[in-house]
């Protein structure tokens, strides 16, 4: 559980800065 919190926040930070988030804004 704590691997999935991890990776989502990561993957979050990485979409916004390089791109606009579309498909991971639902989460």
């Given at each position: 559980v704590?691997?999935?919190?991890?990776?989502?926040?990561?993957?979050?930070?990485?979409?916004?800065?390089?791109?606009?988030?579309?498909?991971f804004?639902?989460?």
């Amino acid at each position: 559980v704590t691997r999935d919190a991890r990776e989502v926040e990561r993957k979050k930070v990485g979409l916004r800065k390089a791109r606009r988030a579309t498909q991971f804004s639902k989460r």
